[in-house]
């Protein structure tokens, strides 16, 4: 059982990206996927999750109108699509799976992935 996510890198103050979280050995659709980050010297915060009815629930306030989950059955994989994104968004972001509900708590979350990093700066 993997997670993969991918899409990290280097973008400009108020542009945009879409980090990918792929899956193997598990079937994401079943599942409620979190995305969380972790800026240096933070701690892992929410983002946001998408659960297994493809209702969203936002954990950040800064991202709420900035942030945006979706999947594709068919590739096995979650999106977050992000915008308008601020040198503040700058951290590692993992996506991670749960069998239940949405939860806020990453402790929650059994499955996670790697991380992918984005930096936001001209």
């Known amino acids: 059982v993997q997670l993969q996510a991918s899409g990290g890198g280097l973008v400009q103050p108020g542009g945009s990206l879409r980090l990918s979280c792929a899956a193997s050995?598990?079937?994401?659709?079943?599942?409620?996927i979190g995305w969380f980050r972790q800026a240096p010297g933070k701690g892992r915060e929410g983002i946001l999750c998408i659960n297994w009815r493809d209702g969203i629930t936002h954990y950040q306030d800064s991202m709420t109108n900035r942030a945006t989950a979706s999947r594709d059955n068919a590739k096995n994989t979650v999106y977050l699509q992000m915008s308008r994104l601020e040198p503040e968004d700058t951290a590692v972001y993992y996506c991670?799976?749960?069998?239940?509900?949405?939860?806020?708590?990453?402790?929650?979350?059994?499955?996670w992935g790697q991380g992918t990093l984005v930096t936001v700066s001209s």
């Open positions: 050995g598990i079937t994401l659709e079943s599942y409620s």
């Open positions: 991670a799976a749960t069998d239940t509900w949405c939860r806020q708590n990453p402790d929650d979350y059994n499955i």
